[in-house]
């Protein structure tokens, strides 16, 4: 299945408590698990003033769907083409 990278502008983002992260995160779960195995949450990077989640999905409309059914801002959905590292250079 593709990957995706869904950016969400969340003002004050890094200042966002344990708990915060902690409900915010029970709340993606649940409506996860409503939609079903065809669209899964790898992780999130948590900046200053965005989130950045990576999202494996049979496509971007589950990934939209999953935002507007939790309430999540989607500012960008971007699918991965390849990954790279420092490996990539040998």
Known sequence: ?????????IPGAGNLSGDEL??????SCAVLNEL?????????????DKIYCVY?????????KHAQMGGFP???????????DPTTAD
């Open 36 to 48: 079903g195995p065809q669209v899964q949450w790898v992780h999130s990077y948590v900046t200053d």
């Open 1 to 9: 299945m593709p990957k995706f990278v869904i950016e969400r502008e």
């Open 74 to 84: 989607v500012n960008s959905v971007a699918q991965v083409r390849s990954t790279i």
């Open 56 to 64: 494996i999905a049979e496509d971007e409309n589950l990934v939209r």
């Open 22 to 27: 902690q409900s915010i995160s029970q709340k």
